[in-house]
């Protein structure tokens, strides 16, 4: 078998009812060593948008912040950069202390990864199997079941509520052998709200031996607690942090997996070379800095709200978002909207197979956001 686990690695895979074959193809991924890249966000954008942008492009289809990293970050990576030669591996363990410290958390339940998607597929590999499920919303966030899916786990999407909530209780009924419940909150791409009471209900009621897999991508957003209380109480839960939204580094990388330490455990015996050292340096300075998410939070609420006047005003169905995006249904394909949109140079977000009409926008600048509802305006001919 693959060298580059040990044999109990490898008879754990087998008892957890992987093939030997499907378990060689998982150990020749990871030997790979460029981290486990099954989809992210720009990734799937770019699915929608063949080919490459105009310059003068409004690019609202990828749920990234234009206005990028904080003052403080940006000097944090010029000062580190000058030693860039070295691993620095301080600056990673300054930066998983940091956050430990802000969620309430002891730092050993805190594992620094370059952004939420690698630990997002690792948990998969970790927690799901060809015999444990994984358990999601839909319309939900793909990459994580892209990841079940290719080691053969089965998944079961669950559709969102009324309310556009995840159906919990249908989600803890979905399989017996669930390995990972997996909610994003805010979801995405409906950016709406699973209710804290909900969370707590399926952390409850889930089958025994599963996780939950809470994906706080777009938390900071909203004026939702964080998951983090859960963690410190020891429950079976993860929580995925990343620094691609609110704190606009996307393109840096950081993020973390927060978790009972016997489970990050899981997911950090997969191994992880060092960490950008600019990433982690930006990141502990976004955490620093007073009132960032606080003033971030209240300006995007502030643009949210003008697009859902927008619509309001036009007649345009949508839902109400808690994130820095939203869905519109013009009652046309999204894909043919997504089109139209794209030859006036304004490239929103994809659709999701289960509501066709809805597309995703994001939240951009002031100025795109103009450009936006003009072009969304001519395309409809009103
Ligand atoms: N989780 C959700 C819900 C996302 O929307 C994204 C990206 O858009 C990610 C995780 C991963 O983002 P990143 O790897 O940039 O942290």
């Known amino acids: 078998m693959h060298q580059l686990f040990s044999k109990e690695v490898e008879q ?9 074959r499907n378990f060689g193809r998982l150990a020749s991924l990871l030997a790979g060593g460029a981290g486990l890249s099954f989809y992210n966000e720009p990734a799937l954008a ?53 956050l430990a410290e802000l969620e309430g958390l002891k730092p050993n339940y805190v594992l620094p990864f370059p952004g939420s998607s690698d630990p997002l597929h690792r948990m ?3 927690f799901t199997s060809p015999t444990k499920s994984l358990v999601m919303g ?11 899916r290719f080691i053969g786990a089965k998944v079961h999407k669950v559709p969102l509520t009324k309310t556009f909530s995840h159906d919990v209780k249908a989600m803890a009924a979905a399989d017996p052998n669930a390995g990972v419940i997996y909610v994003c909150n805010p979801n995405n791409p409906s950016g709406t709200i699973t209710p804290r009471a909900e969370i707590e209900w399926l952390l409850a009621n889930k089958p025994a031996g599963s996780i939950l897999l809470l994906d706080e991508a777009y938390i900071h957003f909203s004026d939702e607690a964080y998951g983090s209380d859960l ?23 950081a993020g973390a997996a927060i978790g009972r ?34 003033t971030r939070r209240a300006e995007m609420k502030k643009l949210r709200e003008e697009q859902f006047a927008f619509c309001d005003k036009h007649k345009i169905k949508y839902i109400p978002s808690v994130s820095n995006k939203w869905m519109i249904d013009v009652g046309i394909p ?47 001919g009103a």
Do not use: H
């Not at 754990?12 to 030997?20: E, H, K, N, Q, V």
């Not at 691993?87 to 363990?93: D, I, K, L, P, V």
């Open 261 to 294: 330490p016997d489970l990050i455990e899981k997911i950090r015996s997969y191994g992880a070379g060092a960490l950008p050292v600019t990433g982690m340096v930006a990141g502990t300075a976004s955490l620093t800095c007073k009132d960032l998410v606080k």
């Open 334 to 380: 999204a894909r043919e909207l997504n089109q139209k949109m794209a030859a006036e140079k304004v490239y929103i977000g994809r659709s999701w197979p289960a509501w066709p009409t809805y597309a995703r926008i994001t939240v951009g600048t002031p100025d795109e956001m103009a450009k936006f509802q003009k072009a969304l305006l001519k395309v409809l």
């Open 46 to 98: 770019q699915l929608s948008n063949i080919g490459a942008l105009p310059a003068d492009a409004v690019k609202i289809n990828a749920n990234e912040n234009p206005v990028g990293p904080c003052p403080e970050a940006l000097e944090a990576i010029a000062r580190v950069s000058k030693n860039g030669g070295r691993y620095q591996y301080e600056e990673t363990f300054t930066f998983a202390r940091t």
């Open 124 to 126: 998969m590999l970790a």
């Open 12 to 20: 754990d895979f087998l008892r957890r009812g992987f093939s030997r």
């Open 231 to 253: 963690v410190a109480k020891d429950k079976d839960v993860v929580i995925l942090r990343t620094f691609s939204k609110l704190y606009g580094m996307a393109g840096l990388r």
């Open 138 to 148: 839909d319309p939900g966030y793909e990459a994580g079941e892209r990841a079940a």
